[in-house]
């Protein structure tokens, strides 16, 4: 489904990501884990083609390299980012129909409402309230819905858990497995290193720009310098 | 006649012209963070354009009012490329540069248009032809003509149909999300240059009605009409908050009231030593008072927003 190659990517003459590769495989869920400043962020602006770089990124067998930005939501790839980007000043109900801006099967677009309050019937609470009175839960469960409602084939996950108590962390991981378990490929960056690897079935390793480590997800969890590094032992 | 009334039907007709060309700040301020300095001379353009067209129909046995509204529907195909126009030749290439940049280019592209104006339409004064009839009722003994009445309803009217655009339509939504993060609108499927140059249509139409109601108004149209009134729209914005819609329409009519009734008192408060003429005065009192005590304006971002 994504293919990636020597991938380079520099703000200005600072170079963050300094030629990785890695592939993610129609239905499964990868992540990609590394400490602070690792590029993880950079790595997944430039597939969602917010930052120029250099290299080969393959969807689904095209080149999506010097595709505008707008136009991959539509061909099924969606990032969730950073921080969550709700907007603030629409109406959550507002934010779902702008992660289906661009279909225009109005039946369709209903059920898939549906069926995303149903598994986030908070937000069906919410539905007419400003986005940016939510609590940060449950902007990141918004985020995701809002992911959903283009019906993605991949979902690019930039740190769901960020900034979340455990409990809210527990349901959106919930909530990514059961996406997952209807057949969205998946690739995750997170910070929580354990959560995401018992997750996911495949994982990366990143440090200062480079892949460093890459295996099956409890392999990588059983892996002495990740335990050391990552899961804190 | 009364005054008080006189005054403040004077302020109502003034204020709807002023909040249509706020409008069209506001909606380029909201989107872009870019004063557009040239809108002014876009309302200039609309009038002189529509006038042009005006006094070519005048003798033509049309009756009057569907003359204006021809003028006026040619003026705003007219007004809408003009906006395209600069948003592609000005500003869209310097969407990255530092925010100075594409403010002196919008004074640039005032001033060019400005003379550009001057060339092609002269130095002098055009005259509204006396085509529109001149009739009107009496009020608590004040009068508004109909011309006056229709351009409060015309205004009132064009602005609750961008309020539903806005805030109802598919493009009112991704007006309002690029806005807040075109990063993320972009995300969305939103193509941003689409909705730069959507708001630019739509503001400038709003400024070809508005330079039609001013010239019809005050029965004259000139090549620098639009940099005063351009301002004071401009100060309507930012006493309502820029980048707000109802408050540039709040500021509008706001300022022309306060306009109006400071044109009309101004000679009992100073015994005389100013006259009415000193009206423009007030919007920029006005403008000084808002910058220094209330930067964001009467309805400036009151929203909570959480990280
Ligand atoms: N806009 C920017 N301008 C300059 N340098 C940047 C910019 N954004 C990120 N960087 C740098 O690029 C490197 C990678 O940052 P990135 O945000 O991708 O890290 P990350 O792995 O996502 O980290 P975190 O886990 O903290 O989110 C860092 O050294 C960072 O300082
Ligand atoms: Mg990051």
Known sequence: ?233 | MDTFIQQIINGLVLGSIYALVALGYTMVYGILGLINFAHGEVVMIGALTALTVIKLLADSGLPGTLVVLIGMLAAIPVCMALGFTIERVAYRPLRNAPRLAPLITAIGVSIVLQQLAMIFWGRNYHAFPPILPTTGRDIGGAHITDLQIVIVLLAAAIMAGLMLLVNKTRLGRAMRATAENPQIAGLMGVNINVIISATFLIGSALAAVAGVMVSANYSIAHYHMGFILGLKAFTAAVLGGIGNLPGAMLGGVLLGLIESLGAGYIGDLTGGFLGSHYQDVFAFFVLILVLVFRPSGLMGEKVAERA
Do not use: W
Not at chain 1, 86 to 105: I, K, S
Not at chain 1, 191 to 199: D, E, H, I, K
């Open chain 1, 1 to 233: 489904m994504l293919e990636v190659r020597d991938l380079h990517v520099s703000y200005g003459n600072i170079s963050a990501v300094k030629g990785v590769s890695f592939d993610v495989a129609a239905g499964e869920m990868v992540c990609l884990i590394g400490a602070n400043g690792a590029g993880k962020t950079t790595t997944l602006k430039a597939l969602a083609r917010l930052l120029p770089a250099q290299g080969a990124i393959h969807y689904r067998g095209h080149s999506i390299l010097h595709r505008p930005a707008h136009a991959l939501i539509g061909e099924g790839l969606t990032l969730v980012p950073e921080g969550r980007g709700v907007f603030a000043r629409l109406t959550v109900a507002e934010n779902l129909d702008m992660g289906a801006y661009c279909r225009r099967d109005r039946a369709e677009i209903a059920a898939d409402l549906d069926r995303v309050y149903g598994l986030l019937p908070r937000l069906k609470e919410r539905a007419d309230q400003l986005a940016g009175t939510l609590s940060g839960g449950e902007q990141q469960m918004l985020a995701i819905g809002r992911a959903l409602m283009s019906r993605p084939k991949l979902l690019l996950l930039d740190e769901p858990s960020m900034g979340l108590a455990p409990i809210m962390v527990q349901k959106v991981f919930e909530v990514i497995q059961s996406v997952a378990a209807q057949g969205v490929t998946i690739l995750l960056v997170e910070q929580n290193a354990r959560l995401a690897l018992s997750v996911a079935s495949r994982g990366y390793v990143m440090e200062s720009g480079t892949i460093t480590l890459s295996d099956t997800g409890p392999a990588l969890l059983a892996n002495p310098k990740v335990r050391e590094a990552y899961l804190g032992e």
